[in-house]
């Protein structure tokens, strides 16, 4: 369980931070940055392991204050080649309060604007992976806010360096159990270092053990030793600079154009009929939680989407046009299973709060798609893309005429219901929507019944229909009506200012699965380079920005920001694992 409140930092006579929790200090009092330089960074021969290298891991156990991943990006951003990457991975249980670590990171004027950077971006109290972005020195960090094993556990990176930084041994065991140790050699690339200011004959053997050799080099200030470790293997290349081909231009190609870009990848985003065309065109769509799924598994992959999502969408100009949401109760048992939302560490404190009419969604938002998808494009062509080929070049988009409309190594299926046709046998099923839009009224917020009321730009949408197996995107008359009877039983005072006011329709095809998640991936027997963002449902504008950023990480062989059972959840290839194992049983 994440603690509300942040835990408690002491400060010596030097003003050096303190844990109250463990009784250790979180880096050397006489000279921390300097500690870290000498013991992590020249620990695992940093900058030398990463020249020539257009990706590069670093894994870290204990985040702290954030010294030492700040030191790290400080060296990175002086010497990284033109292009490259930098993936940071911590781990922390026990977040500190953003205050506390901007006094700890402050003696160091030298860094101010890394760990600037860094505190703007500070993780949220809240259980689950937080990605920091620091697109300007081609840097992303994903703190995982959990227990040291667990995170390892749901980390599906591989680090080519590792700062070992759990307090002491004596002081904290947890931290340098054996299976940890192993897990942290399982989750490295060939040759991975792996540095640390202890040189306990137990952290040795047990590094040992798993597979790395172990040396103890001449210490820091007061400490004798330190220790340096190094698994045996060359790191793989990488795949520099692959052609990415994103087809379908609504919010999962658009987060997939945004996230590829950031990993210094280069797009061309396709669509038959330009941004927007599909189900991703209307006025306001929400962004939220996904209620009906409670606390189980996939509440996670919700929560962690939407505050990706949120990070994302504020600094994306003109994107946000409402903050908040009030969820009405609709069922007998929405009491109770609010009750535990609000009570639940996925979210912050305060995200999720108990209101006279069921729950009220602080975090949830609605955004303007089309602010989101002109600032997340980039390079788009117009194109229908018929079918797809692949031969020893990588592969090719033909048109109808068979006509070669672009050429990729990396191919990102965006294209709703048409990613079924484009790969044959993803298990994609239509559901037609239509909400209905009123101009001229101001109305503020977003409220939530079973149906919705969002506000637009000029006014405000409610609805929306669901019509299974449906794919006529025609307006219908009978579906307003639908949408205001929804509305007339929650709002009876809206519904009749509405009662004679002309309707515009957003209608849309949305693509849904069997269990109701997303398909974000590898599609599965395609060959490599083939992958698949869709099946986003009613959700695509929760889901998609985090999604994105797991196809793309997964297409360039970089760590995802996605925890693996999440991973799991929307692996395209689940349903085959699912039949097959039924078959067994
Ligand atoms: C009425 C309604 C209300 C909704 N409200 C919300 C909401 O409030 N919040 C929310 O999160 N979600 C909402 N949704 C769902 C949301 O719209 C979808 O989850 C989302 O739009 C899916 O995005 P997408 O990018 O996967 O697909 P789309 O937006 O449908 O984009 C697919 C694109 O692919 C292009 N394309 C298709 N085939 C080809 C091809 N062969 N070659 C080239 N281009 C091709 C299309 O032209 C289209 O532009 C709503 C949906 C509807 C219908
Ligand atoms: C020495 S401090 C890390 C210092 C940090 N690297 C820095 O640069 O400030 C160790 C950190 O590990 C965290 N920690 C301790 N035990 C943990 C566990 N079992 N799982 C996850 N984090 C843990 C502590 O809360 C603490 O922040």
Redesign the pocket.
Known sequence: MIEDDA?AVTWDDRDSPR?A??G????SSEDGLAE?RAVFLAGCRLPQAWAARARFTVA??????????VALIDLWRRGRAPGAHLSVFS????P?AAADAAR?LARWPELADVAQAILAQWPRRARGFHRIDLPQWGVSIDIAI????E?LQAWSGAADAW?L???SPAL?P??WRRELLALAAARSAPGARAASFTVAGQVRRDLQAAGFSVERAPGFGRKRRRLEAVLPGDPAAGMPGPRVAIIGAGIAGASLARAFTALGAETLVIDAAGAGAGASGGPAALAAARLDAGLAANAGLFAQGLARARDLYASTPGAILARGAEQSRVGPKDAARFAAIAGSDLFEPGAMALSPAGLRMETALVVEPASVLRAWLGEMRRGAVERLERDETGWRLLDGAGATIARADVVCLAAGMDCARLAPGLPLHPVRGQASIADGLAWREAKLFGAYVLPTRTGLLFGATHDRDDTDIAPREADHVRNRQALAAALPELAAELADKPLGAWTGIRATTRDYLPLAGAVPGAGPGLFVLGGLGSRGFTLAPLLAEHVAATALAVPSPLPRPLAELVDPARFERRARRRGRA
Request: hydrophobic share 50%.
């Open positions: 835990p844990s929790l463990y250790d200090v979180y880096f870290s870290e156990l204990g985040f702290g204050t954030g010294l030492n991943i781990v922390e249980a026990h500190i700890a959990m227990e040291a094993l995170a700062f930084d759990g307090f904290n947890a931290m």
